[in-house]
């Protein structure tokens, strides 16, 4: 008995986010988003990559079917009547002949068929991580994801400081950011910066370990507002300007704060700038978990006016900084 996938749309083993057509011998050229109607696509090209397809049970894929050889029909008995009014004994030869036939028909079918029951065989299951391509090689596993779950929301992993801090909506973590030595943040929607210094964000948040100097988050947090002010509204790491400048600054916070059970500081400012709305940005330290002697450093920049992000999110990322150790 042999095994064949009937043509139709399947989940593609190379992209599991599509479906591909399988023409009941091969993968062909042909995709689509999932959950469209099973309707074969105008002249399916004969392409085969990938192998046969998977077929899960349970989630609306049609399962093979066993195609084999029927045994042929017995002869009809010659009708009655005839010379004798019946059977002649030739007759009756030929009718006993092919009853024995179809018995062994029947009995060869089943007893291949019992056998194939016994030892069932599922048909090869195709990849779905790293698919073989037709020049040879498989595709490189994609690197695993920098957030992870954390209710309804992702986080932001520091390891080198031992904390995360919570994604707020709208948020994402860039895959490659301006500052290798920081693990940042920012918001999905990106702008044209006022002054045409590339592109900007309505909000960004880096993690970083402080620097070695300053031995307490106080002395951390009012030494580096300077700092981080002028590379968020004025001067980026490429000597970019991108807002025109930063014109005046008020200080809008400056007070001791918990974190993850420790006492840190936290300065913050409202900065005016030259081109563009302005913002707010916040320079927050307290102590590491990686050592007596160490303090971490994170930094807050929220544009403001009505497509900035609200100002009490930088509150919400700080309480919600929790250790990994």
């Not at 399988?22 to 002249?43: K, Y």
């Not at 019946?86 to 007759?91: E, P, Q, R, V």
């Not at 006993?96 to 065989?121: N, S």
Request: charged letters at 15%; hydrophobic letters at 30%; a negative charge.
């Amino acid at each position: 008995m042999s095994m064949t996938t009937p043509p139709g749309w399947y989940q593609d083993p190379s992209a599991p986010t599509q479906e591909r057509w399988w023409d009941g011998q091969a993968w062909s050229a042909h995709t689509r988003p999932p959950g469209q109607p099973q309707q074969p696509p105008a002249q399916p090209p004969q392409t085969p990559q990938y192998g046969y397809p998977q077929q899960p049970q349970g989630y609306g894929f049609p399962p093979a079917q066993p195609q084999f050889n029927a045994p042929p029909p017995p002869a009809a008995p010659p009708a009655p009547g005839g010379s004798g009014g019946g059977l002649s004994k030739g007759g009756l030869i030929a009718v006993i002949t092919a009853g024995v036939v179809l018995v062994a028909a029947i009995v060869t079918g089943v007893v291949v068929l019992g056998g194939e029951d016994d030892e069932p065989k599922s048909p090869p299951v195709a990849r779905t991580t790293q698919p073989v391509l037709p020049g040879g090689g498989d595709v490189a596993t994609p690197p695993p994801a920098t957030t992870a779950p954390s209710g309804d929301a992702g986080v932001l992993s520091d390891k080198l400081n031992g904390i995360t801090l919570p994604l707020l909506s709208g948020w994402e973590i860039p895959e490659f950011g301006g500052d290798r030595e920081a693990a940042s943040m920012q918001m999905k929607e990106s702008y044209d910066c006022p002054s045409g210094g590339g592109f900007c964000y309505h909000g960004t948040v880096s993690s970083r370990t402080a620097p070695a100097d300053q031995t307490t988050p106080e002395a951390v947090a009012k030494a580096d507002i300077p700092k981080a002010t002028e590379l968020a509204y004025g001067k980026d790491f490429l000597d970019r300007e991108k807002h025109d400048g930063v014109k005046s600054h008020q200080v809008v916070k400056a007070e001791a704060v918990t974190v993850a059970g420790k006492q840190g500081y936290l300065v913050r400012w409202k900065v005016v700038t030259g081109k563009g709305p302005g913002g707010y940005v916040q320079s927050l330290a307290f102590p590491s978990s990686m050592g007596p002697s160490s303090i971490v450093l994170v930094r807050f920049a929220f544009d403001a006016g009505p497509e900035g992000p609200p100002v009490d999110g930088m509150d919400t990322i700080t309480q919600g900084i929790r250790t990994t150790n």
